[in-house]
């Protein structure tokens, strides 16, 4: 691969066959993990069953950002992952 095809913007942005890949279909992980975030929102739980709401939550974005860095379309989608877990870790163990 050329060096400047590697600094581009579209190699960042786009998969191997050109499409570009910032935003795609949620993956299951991602849409357990956007369940969990408006069912929080709804405030109809009680304390236990929001931080079990919670913990789910947290367990699926990290399913999702693993998923990302292990099978990424794109080095953006690597780094998201990436970015996403290393967050979701901290503000876990932080």
């Known amino acids: 691969m050329a060096t400047s095809r590697r600094f581009s913007l579209d190699w960042w942005l ?5 499409h570009l890949v910032v935003a795609q279909v949620p993956n299951p992980a991602i849409g357990v993990w956007m369940a969990t975030v408006v069912l929080g929102w709804s405030d109809l739980l009680n304390d236990a069953d929001q931080r079990l709401l919670t913990t789910l939550g947290r367990g699926a974005l990290l399913a999702w950002a693993a998923d ?9 989608r690597r780094v998201l992952g990436l970015v996403v877990g290393t967050f979701t870790l901290v503000h876990l163990f932080g």
Not at 68 to 76: D, K, Q, Y
């Open 14 to 18: 786009r998969d191997d066959e050109g």
């Open 68 to 76: 990302e860095v292990l099978r990424g379309s794109a080095p953006f």
